[in-house]
């Protein structure tokens, strides 16, 4: 066994390994090289160990698998699918599964990094993972989504297990598919496995308050940032971008803690209404005509102008890459609370900071999602499970807390809540590592 603390003579640090390596990053729209440049920075600042360094830099799995599907029609189509676990030091993996087209490995890569990372700002026992299959799931049949999600499960059927790389929702994947996940690699171990996956229907083993706890956790996050700079919640514009399963219930919370929601958008646009919108009756609109557009509460503007507009508040809950070096310098908002993973690009980070942009990032923003997945996974594991209430309080503590263990980082070392985010969670990480030494 060796040690990854001990940096014997010669050896370079963190420093001297990236300072040599620092081309400016390459591209920062590629979210693994984003992930990547926030994780050097921090590494940098905390003088990592150079070997902890290179261990941290690199996934510990990358599995890639073909998914032939059977169409209704007859024909097969094979997809492409993947499951990377960054890290398992601090605990079993632990990340979504995506369905769409735009899955890269890449990305994948980069969503399992900061699914480490975020487990550990809220100091919860995972470690990082995510999945994604290539695949337009809106054009495939409920029967043909069914079969393709078995189909990945029995693939990764010795990856995935409750102690192992517990998977749950991600982009355009919901608690139906977790309960095909649990019902293919249950049918497998020949008895039921609640814990494989969390995000599941109550019925089987999911948790309450699991569906709004992304949201929640974001509502949690902005109370606390409006608290510290002083700005009062009563009649504060926001903007949500994105109105899935965390911009919608984000956009929900918000308007019952007296925010003023003045636009939202989906796939189909955005749209406006200075005097605010009333979420449940946009919600009502969708349910009955599947997308925003159209909507008569508000008028419609351009997509990339919601993210321009004349808020206190600006909520990214869609994907990726929303705030880049083209856009920053013209958002208005003076907290940015990162409801998506990744929706800021390192490039737009420095114009933020230079506007004095208070940026709660993704992931501390956005990990109410794990932290009430965890409770998920313990109540499994218990077999007790909780009344909503609880979860909810236990929800809140974890992301009050997170948020000022972020805050004091940030002002120790002065720095942004990003790189704070990213410092106290790589030093947690890391800790383990020096605790676990290096099997050899
Ligand atoms: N997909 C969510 C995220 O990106 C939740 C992950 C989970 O609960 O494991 O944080």
Redesign the pocket.
């Known amino acids: 066994m060796t040690d990854t603390n001990t940096s014997a003579a010669g050896v370079r640090t963190a420093r001297e390994i990236i300072g040599r390596s620092k081309d400016p990053v390459l591209d920062e729209n590629n979210p693994f090289e984003a992930m990547m440049a926030r994780f050097d920075h921090a590494a940098e600042l905390l003088d990592l160990d150079p070997g902890l360094y290179k261990v941290l830099r690199a996934p510990e799995k990358q599995v890639i698998v073909a998914v032939p599907v059977m169409r209704d029609a007859g024909e097969v189509e094979v997809f492409t699918g993947y499951r990377v676990l960054h890290n398992t030091s601090r605990g079993p993996g632990?990340?979504?599964i995506r369905f769409d087209l735009n899955v890269t490995l890449d990305e994948v890569k980069a969503?399992a990094a900061w699914?480490t990372w975020?487990c550990a700002v809220v100091n919860i026992p995972f470690g990082g993972a995510k999945g994604g299959v290539v695949c337009d799931p809106s054009v495939l049949s409920i029967s043909e989504l069914e079969r393709l999600t078995r189909r990945y499960t029995a693939s990764l059927i010795e990856i995935f297990g409750p102690e192992s790389d517990?998977?749950?929702?991600?982009v355009n994947t919901n608690e139906r598919v977790m309960a095909w996940i649990m019902d293919t690699f249950s049918m497998h171990k020949r008895h039921a496995v609640t814990g494989v996956v969390?995000?599941k229907p109550i019925e089987m083993g999911g948790s309450l308050g699991r569906r709004e706890a992304?949201g929640r956790g974001c509502v949690i996050a902005t109370k606390e940032a409006l608290r510290h700079l002083g700005l009062p919640m009563r009649g504060t514009k926001v903007a949500v971008q994105g109105f899935g399963n965390v911009g919608s219930v984000a956009a929900q919370l918000l308007e019952q803690e007296g925010l003023t929601i003045v636009a939202i958008s989906d796939k189909s646009g955005a749209v406006y209404n200075a005097n605010g919108i009333y979420i449940n009756d946009a919600l009502q609109w969708i349910h009955e005509h599947r997308f925003l557009i159209g909507y008569p509460g508000a008028d419609a503007i351009a997509a990339d102008d919601l993210l321009e507009l004349d808020v206190d508040v600006l909520v990214p809950a869609a994907v990726e890459n929303a705030i880049t070096r083209k856009n920053a310098s013209r958002i208005k908002a003076r907290v940015i609370c990162e409801g998506a993973?990744g929706p800021t690009t390192p490039g737009a980070d420095r114009v933020l900071e230079e506007q004095g942009v208070f940026v709660i990032p993704d992931i501390l923003a956005?990990?109410g999602?794990?932290t009430v997945?965890y409770f998920e996974w313990v109540q499994d594991r218990a077999g007790y499970f909780w009344d909503e209430a609880t979860v909810n309080d236990r929800l809140q503590s974890i992301i009050q807390r997170s948020f000022h263990d972020v805050l004091s980082v940030a002002s120790r070392h002065q720095v942004n809540m990003r790189t704070a985010a990213y410092m106290l969670s790589v030093e947690r990480v890391a800790a383990v590592h020096r605790l676990r030494g290096m099997y050899a």
């Open positions: 632990k990340g979504g969503l699914m975020k517990i998977p749950a929702p991600d969390t995000g992304t993973n956005n990990a999602g794990v997945s």
